[in-house]
């Protein structure tokens, strides 16, 4: 047996191993290898396709959607669509339909998953593709025909198809029809399952959507009593302003005005879209004439209620302290390397709470400071690590009931149409209630464009902030110019946000207790010999710097970098033994340009 056939078993075998610990990106580095030497050794093409299928696979496992087409669109010109070992899970018209469906193409993804029927006729999930595409298209009826046709094939039924039909069904006015498909989605939708078993996860769904959606067949079939029962239950799990203004659209019908009016108010209460808004208010005003003939709004009883929302609650209600949960926490936010000013600050935040639940204990009056956060500072700093140790630090005080951490950025909070945002928002929130809610990159929420949606994110929050002060801590994240603007966006931000803390770079010295630290988490040790080169490495990196460096994300980039030369180089040897797995030498830390640009 040849060298290049060892060394084309050993990287098959490496490659088998990271597919099969889901390593994908180091999948990717085996498999672009192993085709190169079958391609320059004119090995069998099928044999040649099957490595370059499973690494478009592997792209698209990563989400590198353009990658994975590239390599997909390969697979056909070298005609592995006609080769044994194609099938209906494998043809590559409908991986790169798929692809096409991420990057939001349904032009290009329709087209494609045509040309997979041309194959596949057989295959049921290709004509739900294409009515999901031709959906987002807006060719409602040729869309209602593929899921029908989907459904007629399929034996066992799930909630989103007959979801996404609904919704082809309203827009041409077949509300009965469209009342029958979202009962059917309500009863295979289950909120301790996932809907996408069958491998349909490409759509945004939630039980209460399903739910409204029923409320506004049944209203649009003069059903309102049961219209109004859906919205209810659909308010119960998520409060929002479309589905107010439904529930106040029945209440009307049904001469319910009193009713009506509350809803309306809490129509225009949860709502930032102006133009809405604006037309909430119209009718609210036709609604009054209607209110003082029937029994009229007891004003004072509204303002007291109000009062009693908004009355202050206790820091710490049952004035107990977690000691052990808060030595645990304080142990390890000083473990965190550096930080030094932040550390103190957390500190000074500590001492003044105890003091607060002392008052308490006298029957005195506690003073309150607002428990959100503005986290100014580049990528890497520990802002996130931070944010996770304040909710417990608060959690152990008493000061939030749970102390737990949700993460988010703009795409967890923002939908992807006109009126859903509010309630995507609002679900995140609720999720965080009792604990941090972490909002990294808060400054791409802010944006000049009226249409934006993120206005509305953020007006959804503040309100959020305001009706439960004293159970969520909200931490917004970013770029100290970035988070300004951020901040000047609405009125109402700096007045909610009491706290800045700064997170600075990272020294040479500290990046490099960084670098050790990781290392010794991923199993791995410098050899003494090479501590003094990977050190200046470090302090060349931190010197030379540019405005998207990383920190710590740059020093654990380094590691991975390190890790993969170390396997390169192992590969080679023909026994290693178990230091040499764990021994990390100035070699592995050789750098490309281009690598020590990216870092």
Same mark, same amino acid.
């Given at each position: ?13 490496n490659m ?9 990106d180091?999948?990717?580095e085996?498999?672009?290898r192993?085709?190169s030497?079958k391609?320059?050794t004119?090995?069998?093409r099928?044999d040649?396709?099957n ?15 353009n990658?994975a ?5 390969k697979?056909i010109?070298?005609?592995y ?7 209906q899970?494998?043809d590559?018209?409908l991986?790169i ?6 990057l939001?193409d349904?032009?290009s993804?329709l087209s ?13 999930y290709i004509?739900f593709? %294409? ?7 807006e060719e ?5 025909k ?7 094939l ?7 198809p ?5 919704l082809c069904?309203?827009e041409?006015?077949?509300f009965?029809?469209? !009342?029958?498909?979202f ?13 996408n078993k069958e ?9 209460e959507d399903?739910l ?9 079939l ?8 859906d919205f209810?239950?659909?308010?119960e799990?998520n409060s929002?302003?479309e589905?107010f203004f439904?529930r106040a ?5 049904l001469k319910?005005f ?7 108010s809490?129509?225009i209460?949860?709502?930032?879209c102006?133009?809405?808004k604006?037309?909430?208010i ?9 209110i003082?003939k ?10 007291e209620n109000?009062?009693?929302?908004n009355?202050k609650?206790k820091?710490?209600?049952?004035n107990k302290?977690?000691q052990e949960?808060?030595k645990?926490?304080r142990e ?6 550096g ?7 957390i500190e000074n935040?500590i001492?003044?709470?105890l003091?607060?639940?002392?008052r308490e204990?006298f029957?005195l009056k506690?003073?309150?400071i ?11 700093t520990g802002?996130t690590?931070?944010?996770? !140790? ?7 005080l ?5 102390g737990h951490?949700?993460?988010?950025d703009?795409?967890?909070l ?8 509010a309630?995507?928002?609002?679900s995140?929130c ?12 808060a400054?791409s929420?802010?944006?000049?464009i ?5 206005n ?6 503040l ?7 004293g159970?969520?801590?909200?931490i ?6 970035e ?6 966006s609405n ?8 706290t800045?803390l ?5 020294s040479p010295?500290e990046?490099?207790?960084i !670098?050790?630290l990781m290392?010794?988490?991923r199993?791995?040790k410098?050899k003494?010999?090479?501590? %003094?080169?990977i ?6 990196i931190?010197l030379n710097?540019s405005n998207?460096f990383?920190?710590?994300r740059s ?8 890790i993969?030369n170390q396997?390169?180089r192992?590969i080679?040897?023909k026994?290693n033994t ?6 990390l030498i100035y070699e592995?830390?050789s750098?490309t340009d ?5 870092l």
């Amino acid at each position: 047996m040849s060298t290049q056939d060892n060394s084309l078993e050993l990287l098959i075998e490496n490659m088998c191993n990271a597919y099969q610990n889901e390593l994908y990106d180091h999948a990717i580095e085996y498999l672009s290898r192993i085709i190169s030497i079958k391609e320059s050794t004119s090995a069998n093409r099928e044999d040649t396709n099957n490595y370059l299928w499973m690494k478009a696979s592997a792209y698209y496992k990563v989400n590198q959607w353009n990658n994975a087409i590239s390599d997909f669109s390969k697979c056909i010109e070298n005609d592995y669509i006609n080769s044994e070992s194609c099938d209906q899970d494998s043809d590559p018209f409908l991986w790169i339909g798929l692809c096409h469906i991420f990057l939001e193409d349904f032009k290009s993804a329709l087209s494609n998953f045509t040309k997979a029927t041309n194959y596949f006729p057989e295959d049921a999930y290709i004509f739900f593709y %294409k009515g999901f595409c031709q959906f987002h298209l807006e060719e409602y009826e040729e869309a209602l025909k593929e899921i029908t046709h989907y459904l007629s094939l399929k034996s066992e039924k799930y909630a989103t198809p007959f979801y996404i039909r609904g919704l082809c069904r309203i827009e041409i006015n077949e509300f009965q029809l469209a !009342l029958e498909d979202f009962s059917k989605a309500a009863e295979f939708y289950s909120l301790d399952e996932e809907v996408n078993k069958e491998q349909i996860d490409l759509m945004e769904m939630d039980y209460e959507d399903i739910l409204s959606f029923k409320g506004v067949c049944k209203s649009q079939l003069g059903d309102f009593e049961n219209a109004k029962s859906d919205f209810s239950a659909v308010l119960e799990i998520n409060s929002n302003h479309e589905d107010f203004f439904n529930r106040a659209l029945c209440n009307k019908k049904l001469k319910y005005f009193q009713e009506s009016y509350k809803d309306i108010s809490l129509a225009i209460e949860n709502c930032s879209c102006e133009l809405r808004k604006k037309e909430y208010i119209e009718f609210k005003n036709e609604l009054k004439e209607n209110i003082e003939k029937a029994a009229g709004i007891n004003s004072n009883q509204l303002k007291e209620n109000k009062k009693k929302k908004n009355k202050k609650k206790k820091i710490n209600p049952s004035n107990k302290v977690n000691q052990e949960e808060l030595k645990e926490a304080r142990e390890r936010l000083n473990e965190l390397i550096g930080l030094d000013n932040i550390k103190n600050e957390i500190e000074n935040i500590i001492s003044f709470t105890l003091l607060q639940i002392q008052r308490e204990k006298f029957g005195l009056k506690p003073e309150f400071i607002s428990n959100n956060f503005i986290f100014l500072g580049s990528p890497g700093t520990g802002k996130t690590e931070v944010a996770r !140790l304040i909710g417990k630090i608060l959690g152990s005080l008493g000061v939030l009931t749970k102390g737990h951490f949700i993460e988010t950025d703009r795409a967890g909070l923002i939908a992807s149409y006109l009126g859903q945002t509010a309630n995507k928002t609002l679900s995140v929130c609720k999720k965080a209630l009792g604990g941090v809610l972490f909002i990294d990159e808060a400054y791409s929420l802010a944006s000049e464009i009226k249409e934006d949606y993120g206005n509305e994110a953020i007006a959804t929050l503040l309100k959020f902030m305001e009706d439960n002060r004293g159970n969520i801590s909200i931490i917004a994240a970013g770029y100290p110019n970035e988070m300004d603007k951020f901040l000047d966006s609405n009125s109402g931000l700096r007045s909610r946000f009491g706290t800045k803390l700064t997170f600075k770079n990272y020294s040479p010295e500290e990046l490099f207790q960084i !670098l050790l630290l990781m290392i010794s988490e991923r199993e791995r040790k410098i050899k003494d010999k090479s501590l %003094k080169y990977i050190e200046e490495l470090v302090l060349k990196i931190s010197l030379n710097k540019s405005n998207s460096f990383g920190n710590a994300r740059s020093m654990r980039n380094l590691i991975e970098i390190a890790i993969k030369n170390q396997s390169l180089r192992l590969i080679k040897n023909k026994l290693n033994t178990k230091n040499d797995f764990i021994d990390l030498i100035y070699e592995d830390f050789s750098l490309t340009d281009e690598q020590l640009l990216n870092l």
